[in-house]
């Protein structure tokens, strides 16, 4: 019998190609999503838990409050080098402890010059993490004062092969290269790790007694069944004695009146975290927003596909009604119709799961290529996504089978068999499944149109600043003489042609604390040069810019932004004075305000700003603006500056239009995935419409015939089929745009810039999808009016 049952589904299947190839395209498009889908959430949601102690193993935190403690100030997942080891010591529910922390190097292999990111940790990193070796054990690989272990990647990249251990490297340490050994190679760092590398070092008994600095990553594996908050009550009773008399110094020397908070936050919970930030150390964390967004566009796909599969199930099922007939007249029972038919909707949904899988398959190395992962679909092979698609298979089933099942199993067979039958009332349940349908897919259209408008906003934005055609050349790390190297560059560089301005800046744009006569200010704070501010083309507001013709302004002159001004207070800020509680409290005086630029993303909004041109910091970077039109001419001729300068040194540049896309990386993702998921959404719902236009033809083929016959134009009778179906677009573009509008405007909050909802936004998401369902049924509605109402008036 089941056998039976199959044949006849089968059949049905290849008899009704149209209904089965759009059932078909509709779930399996959507399933392949919502696999995709599911693989990345899986991924996200497991980052770091292959360690073997992923679940004893913790970052500490530090978060930095106002002095009553009412007020978080500042958070971050680094800390300096004495708090773990001293926490460790102290502390018996902590087992070991270990330390990550980011470096770059010069580094020197043969003839050639490379430019390495690396990192210092402590010798038992590869006993605390489970990051196998392909060569050297753990507990020696970093044993050695000059060792150095390389990643595959990093082996490969100097030596050629993935086997190289023995080899030898030079890494330039304060400005003279000093041999290391590689004693170990391990495997290259999964996609799914915070901790990625490709050069480590040991810390070599890296001396920092300063409580109150952050600069590494410090991780602790805590003993088992220990309680954490039993654990951070004790990290501030040891901060409060060993540290206590560094507070009390920095309290009398810089006024320092802050609050330290040391926390424990779970491996497995880094990733997904971003107030803590990944720091030079970690990868950087992903937000918990794209995951809810994904979440729910999975959602949204899979409840189109499903509601197109019983859509088009109900619009065909009337055509069976005179088999139901025969069948009850010929003595079939009605449960053995509702098994029949169940068995008919698990089959075609059967299908559509496994060519899902084909297809995920298929575009997987395309997913992979835009997120920066390497998934698999061997990771749907876990047990609760498995049961999750057995659920969801059970369910579409069911879903699209119970009507013809449980409704035309029922029908009286007389009635069928004299054509008087129809679906019960005004088919409210298909109707309503349209509606919900199309309201799905007119919010998703919304908020691709608001992406986009973002994103064009994110990148056009007047940012108070020239950022084309500049470009950023960095100077040897860990060099002393920069400043030389920077004014020698910028003599070679003046009679070049192609070169309009060069100038010089410290690497690192830093954060700090500084007072003015009667305020607390957190700043941003930079050393520049006299040509910093014409390069870049900023302006200013007041005073002047730093000047070789005054000799102060490389002392104890400084420059502030708009933004400091105002939270200081100051109606006349030129001869201020601002104190660097962190520099021995030692006092600048304001020279020239520069109008507020946005020197960071547009996620934040403008932070107070500090510039000063105090020679005790070193330049880290030059900045060339070039001509345009002639740009490899320019950087071949920077290149060959650079290395007569200083010859064997990896030479490292990046135009700032790229630094500034880096920047916007996740809004360039969103853009992408939603206008995928709202294309797809649509397609699926006009696939559903499709359908369902035809089988409406079908069913008013004599209708058609006779009113051709009156004299009903090609036009009337292609209008009049089209109009039910198309009215339905009306309560769910009123449906979607209210949800559409409230989900927008919560995420633009996010944003300190940002577009404002427009009307017309709205207008042409509404005005498109009526468009496209209005071709989508006007193809078939014409098709059917073009009849010849012979055939029409004989169809039966």
């Not at 305020?519 to 040069?529: A, T």
């Not at 104190?579 to 600048?588: G, I, L, M, Q, S």
Request: glycine share 6%; aromatic share 12%.
């Amino acid at each position: 019998m089941i056998r039976n049952y199959l044949k006849i589904a089968w059949r049905n299947l290849v008899n009704q190609r149209v209904y089965s190839l759009l059932n078909l395209s509709g779930l399996s498009l959507g399933l392949t999503c919502v696999s995709i889908i599911a693989l990345y959430l899986k991924n996200e949601v497991t980052f770091d838990g292959f360690h073997e102690k992923a679940d004893r193993i913790y970052r500490l935190t530090n978060t930095t409050t106002n002095a009553s403690g009412t007020e978080i100030k500042h958070r971050t997942g680094n800390t300096g080098a004495v708090q773990g080891p001293a926490f460790a010591t102290s502390i018996p529910e902590i087992e070991s402890v270990t330390r990550m922390m980011g470096v770059s190097f010069n580094v020197r292999q043969g003839n050639q010059g490379f430019f390495q990111n690396a990192h210092y940790v402590d010798s038992n990193f590869f006993q605390t993490f489970s990051l196998p070796l392909l060569e050297g054990t753990p507990r020696s690989a970093l044993a050695g004062v000059n060792s150095v272990v390389l990643t595959e990647k990093g082996a490969k990249k100097y030596f050629g092969t993935t086997y190289a251990l023995g080899q030898r490297l030079s890494l330039e340490i304060n400005g003279k290269f000093e041999p290391f050994v590689v004693t170990g190679v391990a495997y290259n760092p999964r996609p799914n790790s915070s901790l990625q590398f490709e050069m480590l070092l040991p810390f070599n008994n890296y001396k920092d007694d300063q409580w109150l600095s952050q600069y590494l990553a410090t991780f602790f594996v805590l003993r088992p069944g220990v309680s954490t908050a039993n654990v951070e009550q004790k990290m501030a009773q040891t901060f409060a004695v060993l540290g206590r008399e560094q507070v009390a110094k920095a309290a009398q020397e810089r006024g320092y009146q802050e609050q330290r908070l040391f926390g424990l936050q779970p491996l497995a919970d880094i990733h997904l975290t971003v107030s803590y930030g990944g720091g030079n150390e970690l990868a950087s964390p992903n937000s918990p927003m794209v995951l809810y967004l994904l979440g729910g566009i999975a959602i949204f796909i899979l409840t189109i596909a499903c509601i197109n599969f019983v859509n088009l199930t109900i619009a065909r099922s009337l055509r069976r009604a005179r088999e139901v007939g025969v069948r009850k007249v010929i003595g079939g029972k009605r449960s053995q119709l509702i098994k029949q038919f169940l068995g008919e909707s698990f089959l075609l949904s059967t299908l559509a799961f496994g060519l899902a899988l084909v297809l995920a398959q298929l575009i997987l190395p395309y997913v992979n290529a835009i997120v920066g992962q390497n998934l698999s679909l061997s990771y749907l092979f876990d047990t609760r996504l498995v049961l999750l698609y057995v659920g969801l298979l059970v369910i579409t089933a069911l879903l699209a089978g119970s009507y013809p099942a449980f409704v035309l199993s029922k029908f009286n067979p007389s009635r069928v068999l004299s054509g008087r039958v129809g679906l019960p009332g005004k088919n409210y349940l298909s109707q309503g499944l349209v509606v919900v349908q199309f309201a799905l897919s007119v919010i998703l259209i919304v908020a691709t149109l608001a992406v986009f408008a973002q994103f064009d906003f994110l990148t056009t934005k007047e940012l108070g600043y020239n950022p084309e055609h500049l470009v950023r050349i960095e100077l040897p790390p860990q060099r002393e003489g920069n400043d030389n190297f920077a004014r020698l560059f910028r003599q070679k560089l003046a009679s070049q042609p192609d070169v309009v301005s060069v100038t010089a800046k410290d690497r690192l744009d830093e954060y700090t604390s500084v007072r003015t006569a009667d305020k607390e200010l957190d700043v941003n704070y930079l050393r520049i040069d006299d040509n910093y501010l014409p390069t870049l083309g900023i302006k200013l507001a007041q005073g002047r810019n730093f000047s070789t013709a005054y000799a102060s302004d490389t002392l104890d002159n400084a420059l502030v932004n708009e933004s400091f001004v105002r939270e200081a207070g100051w109606k006349n800020p030129i001869g201020q004075r601002v104190f660097f509680p962190d520099r021995t409290n030692k006092a600048y005086r304001v020279v020239g305000v520069v109008r507020d630029y946005h020197f960071s993303s547009l996620h934040e909004a403008i932070r107070p700003q500090v510039f000063i041109g105090d020679s005790d910091l070193g330049f880290g970077e030059v900045w060339v603006r070039i001509r345009p039109g002639n740009s490899a001419r320019t950087l071949t001729m920077l290149d060959h500056m650079y290395h007569e300068i200083v010859p064997q040194h990896y030479y490292h540049y990046q135009f700032m239009d790229t630094i500034l896309a880096q920047q916007y990386e996740l809004e360039t993702r969103l853009r992408q995935i939603i206008s995928w998921a709202a294309g797809l959404c649509l397609f699926i719902s006009c696939l559903g419409l499709f359908g369902i236009a035809t089988f409406s033809a079908e069913r008013r083929t004599k209708e058609i015939g006779v009113r051709k016959v009156l004299g009903a134009s090609t036009a009337e009778v292609a209008t009049l089929l089209s109009r039910d179906l198309l009215w339905l677009l009306l309560p769910a573009i009123l449906i979607a745009i209210p949800i559409a509008w409230l989900s927008l405007n919560n995420w633009l909050e996010m944003y300190p810039f940002h577009v404002n909802l427009s009307v017309w936004l709205f207008i042409g998401a509404a005005c498109f999808t009526v468009f496209i369902a209005l071709a989508t049924v006007s193809f078939q509605s014409v098709k059917a009016a073009l009849m010849n109402p012979v055939k029409s008036l004989r169809s039966e």
